[in-house]
């Protein structure tokens, strides 16, 4: 276990995370703001891409985890993400659909921003979201964050304006 909340669990994710990690990145409405779900090997991908953050930052995004029923229902964390030509910490998080408008996704990142900086030390902490992702921006407001800059990622061979939030430690 990495964090604790009063209803969530966030831990590590492992291989043995697959099938329900293929629940979160396989259903096309959870995936629209990365313009579709992710075949198996994206998946595995993106699995190991989080492996290799645990591994070389001791960070990344992990599994969340509802205590009453043990259930995987998503993922949130801090990365490191490019922005403005630098490396900058982000709390992320997606979660499954029968999960939304519960909460978690706000009580998660609540955690992960404390944790960025307080076991982390980072002074500033942001999330970089899709414009047409309103409920992720309402997360982000709820967090404390404020809406910094806009710019454009390309991903999956579209041109996608993604706002900044950001949020410093003593705010």
Known sequence: MV?????????????EDFDDVCKLLQDPVVMYA???AFNERE???????????????GFGLWG???????VLIGQCGVTLQEFDGKQVPEVGY????????????????????????????FDKVYSIIRD???????????NGMKK?????????????PHFVYCVLKNE
Do not use: P
């Open 3 to 15: 964090l604790e909340t009063k209803r969530l669990v966030l831990r590590e994710l492992v291989q």
């Open 34 to 36: 990365y313009e579709g």
């Open 43 to 57: 998946v595995q991908e993106w699995l190991d891409k989080q492996f290799r953050r645990y591994a070389n930052d």
């Open 64 to 70: 969340v985890v509802e205590k009453s029923s043990g």
């Open 94 to 121: 997606l979660f499954r659909k029968e999960f939304w408008h519960r909460g978690y996704a706000t009580e998660a990142a609540a955690a992960c921003k404390e944790y960025a900086f307080e076991k982390l030390g």
């Open 132 to 142: 047409t992702n309103i409920a992720s921006q309402n997360v982000a407001l709820r």
């Open 148 to 160: 910094e800059a806009v710019f454009v990622k390309h991903y999956r061979n579209v041109d996608m």
